[in-house]
Protein backbone atom coordinates (compact mmCIF):
# COMPACT_ATOMS: atom_id res chain seq x y z
CA UNK A 1 0.00 0.00 0.00
CA UNK A 2 1.76 3.58 -0.56
CA UNK A 3 2.71 6.03 1.46
CA UNK A 4 0.51 9.38 2.13
CA UNK A 5 3.44 11.43 0.69
CA UNK A 6 3.53 8.75 -2.51
CA UNK A 7 0.23 9.55 -2.38
CA UNK A 8 0.03 13.15 -2.37
CA UNK A 9 3.84 13.70 -4.48
CA UNK A 10 4.00 10.43 -6.28
CA UNK A 11 6.52 7.96 -6.06
CA UNK A 12 9.29 10.27 -7.61
CA UNK A 13 8.79 13.31 -5.40
CA UNK A 14 9.51 15.01 -8.21
CA UNK A 15 10.20 18.80 -7.28
CA UNK A 16 8.40 19.46 -10.72
CA UNK A 17 4.65 17.71 -9.19
CA UNK A 18 5.39 19.65 -5.99
CA UNK A 19 5.39 22.87 -7.06
CA UNK A 20 2.66 22.63 -9.55
CA UNK A 21 0.62 21.10 -6.94
CA UNK A 22 1.35 24.18 -4.31
CA UNK A 23 0.67 26.61 -7.23
CA UNK A 24 -2.50 25.16 -7.62
CA UNK A 25 -3.32 25.08 -3.56
CA UNK A 26 -1.40 28.08 -2.91
CA UNK A 27 -4.84 30.58 -2.80
CA UNK A 28 -6.93 27.62 -0.71
CA UNK A 29 -6.97 28.04 2.57
CA UNK A 30 -8.53 24.44 3.13
CA UNK A 31 -5.57 23.14 1.68
CA UNK A 32 -3.53 23.95 4.57
CA UNK A 33 -2.09 19.99 5.20
CA UNK A 34 -1.86 19.65 1.69
CA UNK A 35 0.14 22.70 1.33
CA UNK A 36 1.98 22.48 4.61
CA UNK A 37 3.45 19.09 2.96
CA UNK A 38 4.09 20.56 -0.09
CA UNK A 39 6.59 23.31 1.64
CA UNK A 40 8.24 20.76 4.09
CA UNK A 41 8.93 18.20 0.82
CA UNK A 42 10.33 21.30 -0.79
CA UNK A 43 12.19 22.85 1.76
CA UNK A 44 14.13 19.12 2.43
CA UNK A 45 14.31 18.83 -1.08
CA UNK A 46 16.50 22.67 -1.28
CA UNK A 47 18.62 20.86 1.66
CA UNK A 48 18.83 17.43 0.42
CA UNK A 49 21.61 16.07 -2.52
CA UNK A 50 19.02 16.98 -5.01
CA UNK A 51 18.99 20.48 -3.98
CA UNK A 52 19.48 21.91 -7.40
CA UNK A 53 16.83 20.14 -9.14
CA UNK A 54 13.87 21.65 -6.22
CA UNK A 55 16.22 25.06 -6.63
CA UNK A 56 15.79 24.76 -10.63
CA UNK A 57 12.25 23.80 -9.79
CA UNK A 58 11.66 27.16 -7.83
CA UNK A 59 13.62 29.57 -9.58
CA UNK A 60 10.87 30.20 -12.09
CA UNK A 61 8.42 33.99 -11.59
CA UNK A 62 5.05 31.60 -10.77
CA UNK A 63 6.85 29.12 -8.46
CA UNK A 64 7.96 32.24 -6.63
CA UNK A 65 4.71 34.01 -7.28
CA UNK A 66 2.93 30.87 -5.44
CA UNK A 67 5.30 30.84 -2.56
CA UNK A 68 3.78 34.53 -1.95
CA UNK A 69 0.60 34.06 -2.35
CA UNK A 70 1.13 30.89 0.38
CA UNK A 71 1.87 33.94 2.54
CA UNK A 72 -0.78 35.98 1.78
CA UNK A 73 -3.89 33.02 1.84
CA UNK A 74 -2.28 30.57 4.17
CA UNK A 75 -1.94 31.27 8.18
CA UNK A 76 0.54 30.43 10.85
CA UNK A 77 3.76 28.34 10.27
CA UNK A 78 2.81 28.10 6.86
CA UNK A 79 3.41 31.21 6.03
CA UNK A 80 7.47 31.25 7.50
CA UNK A 81 7.90 28.02 5.65
CA UNK A 82 6.86 30.27 2.47
CA UNK A 83 8.83 32.80 3.07
CA UNK A 84 11.77 31.01 4.09
CA UNK A 85 11.57 28.73 1.30
CA UNK A 86 11.96 32.00 -0.73
CA UNK A 87 14.36 33.48 1.01
CA UNK A 88 16.34 29.91 0.64
CA UNK A 89 15.79 30.24 -2.88
CA UNK A 90 16.58 34.07 -3.47
CA UNK A 91 20.40 33.22 -1.82
CA UNK A 92 21.30 29.86 -3.71
CA UNK A 93 20.33 30.96 -7.17
CA UNK A 94 20.91 33.62 -9.65
CA UNK A 95 18.46 32.62 -12.09
CA UNK A 96 15.47 32.82 -9.04
CA UNK A 97 16.95 36.48 -8.48
CA UNK A 98 16.53 37.27 -12.14
CA UNK A 99 13.24 35.96 -11.91
CA UNK A 100 12.10 39.01 -9.34
CA UNK A 101 10.13 41.10 -11.44
CA UNK A 102 7.98 44.02 -10.45
CA UNK A 103 5.09 42.26 -10.02
CA UNK A 104 6.66 40.06 -6.88
CA UNK A 105 8.04 42.96 -5.33
CA UNK A 106 4.81 44.99 -5.68
CA UNK A 107 2.97 42.12 -3.91
CA UNK A 108 5.78 41.80 -1.08
CA UNK A 109 5.24 45.67 -0.98
CA UNK A 110 1.42 45.71 -0.22
CA UNK A 111 2.44 43.09 1.98
CA UNK A 112 3.57 46.40 4.06
CA UNK A 113 0.75 48.63 3.21
CA UNK A 114 -2.72 46.15 2.76
CA UNK A 115 -2.47 43.32 5.41
CA UNK A 116 -0.11 44.44 8.68
CA UNK A 117 0.08 40.03 9.34
CA UNK A 118 2.32 39.80 6.24
CA UNK A 119 4.57 42.42 7.45
CA UNK A 120 6.72 39.93 8.97
CA UNK A 121 7.02 37.51 6.36
CA UNK A 122 7.30 39.80 3.59
CA UNK A 123 9.89 42.12 5.47
CA UNK A 124 11.96 38.85 5.80
CA UNK A 125 12.21 38.18 1.90
CA UNK A 126 12.45 42.60 1.47
CA UNK A 127 15.59 42.51 3.41
CA UNK A 128 16.82 39.40 1.81
CA UNK A 129 16.72 40.76 -1.58
CA UNK A 130 18.61 44.45 0.03
CA UNK A 131 21.67 41.91 -0.64
CA UNK A 132 21.67 42.12 -4.00
CA UNK A 133 22.40 44.65 -5.56
CA UNK A 134 20.56 45.11 -8.61
CA UNK A 135 17.26 43.68 -6.77
CA UNK A 136 17.87 46.71 -4.21
CA UNK A 137 17.49 49.59 -6.99
CA UNK A 138 13.64 48.77 -7.35
CA UNK A 139 13.67 49.09 -3.35
CA UNK A 140 15.63 52.07 -2.75
CA UNK A 141 12.75 54.30 -4.01
CA UNK A 142 11.02 57.14 -2.32
CA UNK A 143 7.88 55.41 -2.08
CA UNK A 144 9.31 52.53 -0.39
CA UNK A 145 10.90 55.04 2.71
CA UNK A 146 7.49 56.40 2.59
CA UNK A 147 5.48 53.37 3.42
CA UNK A 148 7.61 51.90 5.58
CA UNK A 149 7.83 55.13 7.69
CA UNK A 150 3.99 54.77 7.99
CA UNK A 151 4.33 51.14 8.72
CA UNK A 152 6.45 52.53 11.81
CA UNK A 153 3.94 53.69 12.65
CA UNK A 154 1.34 51.18 12.66
CA UNK A 155 -0.83 50.28 15.23
CA UNK A 156 0.41 46.75 14.87
CA UNK A 157 3.74 45.86 16.89
CA UNK A 158 4.75 43.12 14.37
CA UNK A 159 4.31 45.29 11.34
CA UNK A 160 5.72 48.46 13.32
CA UNK A 161 9.20 46.32 14.37
CA UNK A 162 9.78 44.60 10.80
CA UNK A 163 9.41 48.22 9.40
CA UNK A 164 11.52 49.43 11.65
CA UNK A 165 13.91 46.13 11.24
CA UNK A 166 13.46 46.81 7.51
CA UNK A 167 14.28 50.41 7.57
CA UNK A 168 17.51 50.06 9.41
CA UNK A 169 19.00 47.59 7.21
CA UNK A 170 18.06 49.46 3.78
CA UNK A 171 20.02 52.69 5.92
CA UNK A 172 23.26 50.38 6.57
CA UNK A 173 23.80 49.47 2.89
Excluded at 9 to 27: M, N, R, T, V, W
Excluded at 117 to 130: H, K, M, S, T
Amino acid sequence: MPSIMELLFGSSYDPEQICHKLELLADDPASKKTVEKCLQRLKRGISGEDASLFIGALSQPHRLEALIRVVYNQDGEVKRMASDIFTLVIQRSELARRAINKRLIDLMISGYTTRHDLAVYCGQIIRELFHYQELSVCLTQPFFFIILLKSMGSDSFDAASDAFETMSVLVFL
